[in-house]
């Protein structure tokens, strides 16, 4: 065996070892909640803790869908997938303008859009909340969608402004000369070259709506609206710490995130221009 | 009606210009190269005139209408772009269709889809239609950026150096193509090209820039043989002109042109024309011929080509300049160190304002 077959067994066993370790942290509180969520109720806080549920039971996820757990999730999933959309539609669009043409404000509106990516969203919650009232917009999931909306575009828009900036403008130009008018240039040929970015930005305005906790309960107050992260919070107050629902509703909210991951991983691994120009 | 009209187009970058002033005619039908050093302003001509770079001034005709402040979809051209532009999204065969699929009204699938095939079989890429640009070579790539372009029927076909990546062989092939489908088509051609040779070969005339100036526009022959400047008399060719800084003079009652390395004779043309300030005298090798001795100018041979038919002596002469001559290989031959003698053919002498740079003399061709 030759030393250098060695050397590269060895940093192989240590990359497999750091990998496991930071799996192992990220991956047990998960394993951790799901085995948990099969428990009965009694057996859930028992100490010492018991890895393995003795008598795994669904008890729990039968609870969090007769308490309506379908409605929320149709909600969140609305609500997510519309904020998305908007997002990327509004973003989409503002991203190229700033990237390829020359107006009046453009510095202005680039610089404001980075100001305001810094601004804490509990900073914001207040005079959103007031200001969605005098729309009428409060308690609505369209108020939701509004609002996700407003607070993921700046970094939305700086994620394909900088994306749009990468790709080659002779491509686009190509476009031009070939008779698009520049809107039809941007559907036909930027777009579908962005297509890694827009899944990026997409994930990552999907992840904050998907999530949302606090913007949800601060404007929501009906069960018409109520988000599946507020719902779940309802298991921790009413009565008592209801640790099997909560724990059984948390993996339910996980699982639909991880699929759209997983589904989209290979859209926003690599870019889409190879070919395209010379060099 | 011309086919283009550049009316004192021009284009700044901040300090850098260029485009200055251009004023430039390009008939119908006409095969017209954009010839010159890299940075000259070629690409930008071109972007001016497909509309995809905005004019600081002047005016641009297409076909006898105004089109200065006219978007480039709306101007009826086909480009090929320098570094090609493929869509990388698209097959070849969707690369190709693009221009039709973007017209209005849209041809219909089978009529495309014809073209297409037509198109992709004169370009020798009918194998390909399916692949992705990322999938072919770079040379296949270009005859993709050309087939998208001669897919259509534009007013004017504005091709940005189409055959740089093809290897020598398909270059030619390609060029000779290009040519046959210039008369085949009669159409407008705006063609930039570094490589003078493919400019000689396909134009009806050439325009010559240099900083963002148009130097000169003519067909290949007079931009060879009665070059407009020192610049354009050196660019072209495939050997730089040589050049002797020096003014008139007499020698025993004859015409003659003196410089720190000695005298030249004139023909008279030559020195009547040519007025009494510095000058430059410029020839071409071939019109130089290296002697054992009998000729004007002596030096020694500091570099020995073979090319071919061709023998370049590169010679030193006592004032330091260089002057390169041409000789046939089978009637003279010298070794590097040798001595010579150089015999400049009088009539072939070109003369230049020395500070312009503008010819005052042409020689003979
Ligand atoms: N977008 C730009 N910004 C600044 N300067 C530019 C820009 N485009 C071109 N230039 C400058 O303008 C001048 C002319 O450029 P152009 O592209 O027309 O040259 P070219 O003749 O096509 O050269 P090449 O043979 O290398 O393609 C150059 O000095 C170039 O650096
Ligand atoms: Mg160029």
Redesign the pocket.
Known sequence: MSASFVHAMRRKAVRLTVNAVIAVFALLPILWGFLSSLKPTDKIVEFPPRFLPEHPTLEHYTRIFADNAAYFIANSVAVSAAAVLLTLALGALAGYAIARFRFAGRDTLMVSTVAIMSIPIASLLVPTFTLLSWAGLADTRLGLVLLYAAYQLPVVVWMLYGYFLSLPVEIENAARVDGCSPTRTLFKVVLPLSKPALVAAGLFVLVFAWNDFVVAVTMTSSETARTFPVAIYFYLGFYGREWGPLLAASIVSIVPIVAIFVLLQRHFVSGLTGGGVKG | MSAVRFSGVS?N??P????AGLDLDVAEGEFLS?L????????????LLAGL?DADGGKIEIAGRDVTALPPEKRDLAMVF?NYALYPHLTVAENIAFPLEARKPKPDAAEIAKKVEAVAQSLGIGPLLARYPREISGGQQQRVALGRAMVRDPKVFLL??PLSNLDARLRIRMRRDLKALHAQLGSTIVY?T?DQSEAMTLSSRIAI?NH?KLQQVAPPAEIYDRPANAFVANFVGDREMNFLDGKLTTQGGAPGFVFAGGVVPLIASAAAVAGNGALRLGIRAEAIEPTRDGGALRGSVILAELAGPDLFLTVRLGDGAEIVARADPRAFTAREGEAVSLALDPARIHLFDAETGIARHHGAA
Request: overall charge neutral.
């Open positions: 284009k970058y901040g850098v210009v260029a485009l954009l010159g050093p890299s940075g000259s302003g070629k690409s930008t001509t071109l972007g770079i320098q940005d150096e930039v570094h820039f963002g």
